[in-house]
């Protein structure tokens, strides 16, 4: 008996991911690269720049994606672990800003006008990259273990779990604010020059982390995809169908929710980590309730339990928000809202159902019926129970 | 150690539910490959039944002995399930959203059910093939690949009754499987779970009449949380309290 083969969308999937990576790799930094500046096809620098930054938001919603499209875990605080890597990387960059601050002095200048006259210890480990790259990742990690391990074994379901994460992200918005936390308070990290001899204004910099940042997409893209097509990632969706089910098949359904939960935190972290040099600047308000929310937007757009849909979400979302707000900026907030009304209550597989179902029709006109993938023929002896369907 | 027959050996087990005994000094014992119905009112205490010994709920009191000397009380509902007990649940509780061999492969009893050994496990040719034998005793041969949640109401009833297979277990616990189900699905169902009794102990619960006298061997009846008779079914349905307080009330009801 065979096993069943890699169904014919999985294939269009791959064939269309590697035709993306490969735009997104060579041929726009190409365009930013090649053209001169006043031909049309030309890419500046702010666009590369702004994609960028819409390249790392579909890392974080590639983690949402995978705890609540294929788990059925709705988590409302992934902004949380997207600012622990912001900020670990935050604090790197702010420690080397040196002596080329405003007030002149080693300590970053929000310290100086804070009264702190030595850098507090934790910022220690932040003095060298490898610090930073660690700690992007790992704090993210480790609170989402924990967190997870006291939420998940606790039997925190569904909406509980919605909004205790909900209320984790009000409350990191919290403390992140105070001046005595020591991160910047209200006006978070900013300012920052250069990473390992690298200096961020430059564009040379800049399009070397857009690729960075293309490249850690793929990684990311690759690792959930692995993950989904193996049988723990068929167990993940089991969980979300019948978890009870699950529970009398043998699993335990909460350690499959944290394990999910923590690579979901370790992207986010990813992604903090790779959005903080692009954009220069983190503050609190990026990590709050909104923009927890907000991922989970970009998901329902695009199209939750598809891997796809997560990132074409977060960049289509963003995209629009950069062109609407040009126009529109008072509106934006309630076209984001109307976007998730329509798209939960008219297309609830979101941009790549809408696509799926237009394939689907030219696949119906070619498709062989469904008994020819089949393994075999049912012995014409054995029970046929599903023969006298009413 | 004890040296009778039995598989499954249930002795006064209270499930109290703030002062509404849903099972009350329940006594029940099955045998080994015996396949055997629960019949009983509604709210007599027969899904309660089930689920104290999968371990779904926790019963107040009360030994259930497994097998020669495992008592599951305290024991969780995995646990439970890997030392052979299968549940199948009255609503169809498959996954929806996998395919028919999916379901069943998931089901499978496999040596770890930890996240990374079945982040790296992959199927055997033995596993492919146990599967594949699954599928044709449930009927489902021609739709390996149909999404679970498009199957009939009856389909997902046997695909759900493979899935417990698979788990290899001794004891299956099977509830209500034929509610809702048409006649010749019915009669499918019961030769079903014959053909499975040659291997496995079974315990039914159904309401179906018809369906009891199909596969029964010997009924029990259950009324507020006690076994208050148990036989043959001509002798449960000769039996005057039986019909006081079930089969009576049954006529009335129809």
């Given at each position: 008996m065979p096993e069943p083969v890699m169904p014919k969308s999985d294939r269009r999937e791959t064939l269309v991911v590697a035709l993306a990576a490969g735009i997104l790799l060579i041929v726009l930094p190409l365009l930013n690269l090649l053209p001169a500046e006043d031909s049309w096809l030309h890419l500046s620098d702010f666009r590369l720049n702004q994609f960028g930054k819409f390249l790392c938001f579909a890392i974080l919603a590639l983690g949402l994606d995978l705890i609540w499209g294929y788990c059925g875990v709705l988590s409302l605080g992934q902004g949380v672990f997207f600012g622990f890597g912001a900020y670990c990387m935050g604090m790197y960059l702010s420690l080397q800003i040196g002596s080329e601050s405003v007030y002149g002095s080693e300590l970053p200048d929000f310290m100086v006008w804070t009264q702190v006259k030595e850098l507090p210890l934790f910022w220690y480990p932040f003095k060298s990259f490898v610090g930073g790259f660690l700690g992007a990742i790992l704090v993210p990690v480790l609170f989402a273990t924990i967190f997870g391990f006291l939420a998940f074994r606790s039997r925190i379901k569904g909406v509980y779990f919605a909004i205790i994460t909900q209320a984790l992200a009000f409350a990191a918005w919290l403390v992140f604010n105070r001046n005595e936390t020591r991160l910047?308070?209200?006006?978070?990290l900013t300012d920052f020059k250069q990473a390992l001899g690298f200096r961020l204004t430059d564009p040379a910099t800049q399009r070397g982390l857009y690729i960075l940042t293309v490249l850690a997409l793929c990684a990311a893209y690759l690792l959930c995809r692995w993950i989904v097509a193996s049988r723990a990632g068929k167990v993940l969706i089991a969980i979300r169908d019948s978890e009870q089910r699950v529970t009398f098949s043998g699993y335990t359904p909460w350690v499959y929710k944290l394990f999910v939960f923590v690579v979901a935190a370790g992207l986010a972290g990813l992604s903090g980590l790779l959005y903080v040099p692009q954009v220069g600047i983190i503050t609190p308000a990026q990590i709050g309730v909104l923009p927890s929310l907000e991922v989970v937007i970009w998901v329902a757009v695009g199209g939750r339990g598809t891997l796809i849909g997560a990132v074409l979400g977060a960049v289509a979302v963003n995209y629009g928000r950069s062109v609407l707000t040009n126009y529109f900026p008072e509106a934006w907030p309630f076209i984001l809202g109307g976007l998730f009304v329509v798209v939960v209550t008219l297309f609830p597989d979101g941009l790549v159902g809408i696509l799926r179902k237009l394939f689907a029709r030219k696949d119906e006109a070619s498709a062989p019926g469904p008994t020819e993938t089949g393994p075999a023929a049912p012995s014409p002896t054995a029970p046929r129970p599903g023969g006298a369907v009413t | 150690m004890t040296t009778d027959n039995l598989i499954l050996k249930c002795e006064n087990v209270v499930m109290d539910y703030d002062g509404f005994k849903a099972l009350n000094n329940c006594n029940f014992s099955v045998q080994y490959n015996e396949l055997r119905v629960v019949i009983g009112p509604n709210g007599a205490g027969k899904t309660t039944l089930l689920d104290v010994i999968c371990g779904k709920t926790h019963p107040t009191s009360g030994t259930i002995r497994f097998g020669?000397?495992?008592?599951?009380?305290?024991?969780?509902a995995e646990d439970i399930t890997k030392l052979g007990v299968g549940r199948k649940f009255q609503a169809p509780s498959i996954y929806g959203n996998l395919s028919v061999w999916q379901n069943l492969d998931l089901s499978l009893k496999r040596a770890s059910k930890g996240v990374f050994p079945t982040l790296m496990g992959r199927s055997t040719p033995a596993e492919r093939e146990r599967i594949g034998e699954t599928l044709e005793t449930i009927g489902l041969s021609a739709d390996v690949h149909t999404r679970a949640g498009s199957l009939s109401h009856g389909q997902k009833q046997w695909l759900e009754i493979g899935m417990v297979i698979l788990q290899d277990p001794s004891l299956l616990l099977v509830d209500e499987?034929?509610?809702?189900?048409s006649d010749t699905e019915t009669e499918q169902t019961g030769r079903l779970l014959q053909s499975l009794a040659e291997k496995h102990a079974i315990v039914v619960i159904e309401h179906d009449m018809d369906f009891v006298r199909q596969i029964a061997r010997i009924v029990t009846v259950l009324a507020e949380g006690t076994v208050i008779c148990e036989g043959t079914v001509e002798q449960v349905q000769a039996d005057n309290h039986v019909r006081e307080i079930y089969l009576g009330r049954a006529k009335v009801a129809h």
């Open positions: 910047g308070g209200t006006n978070g | 020669k000397n495992t008592n599951l009380v305290g024991k969780n499987p034929v509610a809702g189900m």
